[in-house]
C-alpha cells in the first residue's frame, strides 16, 4: 500500500512539472526566466525518476529476502514438527485443527464427570482420540497432572500423547493415539460386542501377555522415569488393547510425581471401588505399592472373568443380597487345591490352559494384594516372576480387610455415618457399583 502511494505522489509531481513547464513557455516564451525555471524542473523530474528506480530495485530485492525467508520458515517449521514427532514430543494443535479432524466434535467415543473422549482423523490421516477436559479446578489439575505423567514418557506398553490444545479461560484438549480393540473389560467379562465397543473372550495366552504388559509399563513408571510416576488408578479400563492384543496403559488423569527420595505421599482418597490399596483407606499415603495392589486385583479379575466384588440382590429385599469378593474365592480354592474352579469358564471349556501359568498368576497376585505394603513386590520383581525368571512362593495368609467392609456394608445400608464400602471411592454413597470410579475412564480412547 505504501509503494503505490509513493509512485501515485511521484507521478503527480512529475504530471505537475510538465504541466508547470509548458505554462512558463506559453507564458514567458524564451526568456531567461523560462529556461531557470524549465532547468530547475527537469532536475526535479529527474531526481523523481532516480528515487522510482532505486525504490524499485531495493522493493524487488525486498519481495526476494521475504520470498526466501518464509520458504526457509516454512522448510523450519516442517522440520521442526518432523523432529518434535519423531522425539515423541507432543505438539501444540489449533483449536480449528481438532474441530476438523473431530468433526466440530460429533463423534462421541465415550463420557464422564469432567471430560469427553472424540474420535478424530488428522489431516495427515492418522487417527487420534481427542479428549475434552471440562471445569477449571478439577479440568486443570487433571489436565496437568496428565501432561507431566505422560508427555516426557516414551514406552511401547503406554499411551503416547501426540498434542494439546489449550483455549484462554475455555476446555483444555489432549489428543492421544486411537487405540482399535478397546479396553480390557471387554475381553475378560462377558458383555454384548456392539459395533461401537468391540469384546469377546480373550484367550488365556493372551491375558498372560497382557500381563506381563502392563507390568512392565508400571515398573517403567516406578523405576525408569526421571521422577517416579503413580498412577493410582489401575484397572481393566484403563487398560487398551491394540490391533495386535498389546497392552497400553492410558489415563493419567489422577497420576501423581514423586522424587526419588520420597518414600510416601498423602494424598486425598480418589480412584476406583475395589482397586483401592488399604493404606489409602487408612490415610497413611500411596507409594509405588498402591499401584502394585490395584495391579493385583486386575490380575484376579483377568484369571477369573468377572469384577473382584460383586452383589446378588434377591428381589428387591437390601436384606438378602450377599456379597462376593473373588479374592477370597481364590484364596479358599486354592487352600482346597481345586484353583481351576476359579477361572473363568470359558477358557476352561476351551482348553489349552496352562495350569503351571494360571497357579504362577495366582501367586502374583496374592503377593501383590497384600494389605501390608511392605510385603508386596516391587513391580520389576512382578515382571521376572511372570516370565518365569525366578521362582514364585506361595503368599502369606492375608486378611482380606475388603471381607469386613462389605460386611459392615451389609449390617447398615442407611448410609449415614457408620463406614461403608463407599468410602473406597471419592463419593461416599449407598449403592456400590461393582465398577463405578470417581475417575474419568481412558478406554474410551479405544473404539468402544
Not at 503406554?158 to 487405540?179: A, D, N, Q, T, W
Not at 482380606?400 to 445400608?413: G, K, N, P, T
Request: proline share 3%; glycine share 6%.
Amino acid at each position: 500500500m505504501e509503494d503505490k502511494k509513493a509512485n501515485i505522489i511521484a507521478v503527480t509531481i512529475i504530471i505537475s512539472l510538465i504541466i508547470f513547464i509548458i505554462v512558463a513557455r506559453v507564458s514567458l516564451k524564451l526568456s531567461r526566466a523560462f529556461f531557470l525555471i524549465a532547468g530547475a524542473d527537469i532536475a526535479v523530474i529527474l531526481a523523481v525518476f532516480v528515487c522510482l528506480v532505486i525504490r524499485g530495485r531495493y522493493h524487488r530485492r525486498r519481495k526476494l529476502l521475504e520470498k526466501k525467508l518464509v520458504s526457509e520458515g516454512r522448510e523450519l517449521r516442517i522440520e521442526y514438527s518432523f523432529l518434535r514427532k519423531v522425539a515423541g514430543v507432543p505438539i501444540k494443535f489449533r483449536h480449528k485443527e481438532l474441530e476438523d479432524a473431530t468433526d466440530n466434535f460429533r463423534a462421541l467415543l465415550g463420557q464422564g464427570a469432567s471430560a469427553s473422549v472424540f474420535k478424530g482423523i488428522l489431516s495427515d490421516g492418522t487417527s487420534v482420540a481427542v479428549k475434552r477436559i471440562e471445569g477449571e479446578e478439577h479440568g486443570e489439575k487433571e489436565f496437568r497432572s496428565e501432561v507431566a505423567a505422560i508427555a516426557s514418557v516414551q514406552h511401547v506398553n503406554l499411551v503416547r500423547l501426540m498434542g494439546y490444545c489449550c483455549l484462554p479461560g475455555g476446555p483444555r484438549f489432549l489428543v492421544y493415539e486411537f487405540i482399535p480393540n478397546g479396553s480390557l473389560d471387554c475381553w475378560i467379562f462377558s458383555r454384548r460386542e456392539t459395533r461401537s465397543r468391540p469384546g469377546g473372550c480373550l484367550s488365556w495366552d493372551l491375558r498372560y501377555r497382557v500381563a506381563i504388559d502392563v507390568a512392565k509399563a508400571l515398573s517403567y513408571l516406578h523405576h525408569d522415569c526421571r521422577s517416579r510416576i503413580l498412577h493410582l488408578d489401575v484397572k481393566p479400563e484403563n487398560i487398551l488393547l491394540d490391533e495386535n492384543f498389546r497392552a497400553i496403559v492410558a489415563d493419567f488423569g489422577l497420576s501423581k510425581l514423586i522424587g526419588k527420595d520420597e518414600s510416601r505421599v498423602i494424598t486425598t482418597i480418589r480412584g476406583t471401588r475395589g482397586y483401592l490399596a488399604p493404606e489409602w483407606l487408612l490415610e497413611r499415603g500411596v507409594s509405588e505399592k498402591s499401584d502394585i495392589y490395584s495391579y493385583g486385583m486386575v490380575l484376579l479379575e483377568m484369571i477369573g472373568g468377572r469384577r473382584n466384588v460383586s452383589v446378588i440382590e434377591n428381589g428387591t429385599d437390601r436384606s438378602q443380597r450377599k456379597w462376593h469378593y473373588f479374592p477370597k474365592i481364590v484364596r479358599d480354592k486354592l487352600r482346597e487345591g481345586k484353583l481351576m474352579e476359579a477361572v473363568d469358564h470359558r477358557l476352561v471349556e476351551a482348553e489349552g490352559i496352562d495350569e503351571r501359568q494360571v497357579k504362577r498368576m495366582v501367586y502374583v497376585a496374592l503377593w501383590c494384594i497384600q494389605e501390608r505394603a511392605k510385603l508386596r513386590p516391587s513391580m520389576a520383581q512382578v515382571v521376572e516372576m511372570l516370565e518365569g525368571r525366578v521362582p514364585v512362593d506361595e503368599p502369606p495368609e492375608t486378611q482380606m480387610l475388603v471381607v469386613d467392609l462389605l460386611s459392615i456394608d451389609e449390617e447398615d445400608s442407611s448410609c449415614p455415618d457408620r463406614p461403608r464400602i463407599g468410602v473406597m471411592g471419592s463419593h461416599a454413597d449407598c449403592n456400590l457399583p461393582s465398577s463405578s470410579s470417581s475417575s474419568f475412564s481412558m478406554s474410551v480412547l479405544s473404539g468402544r
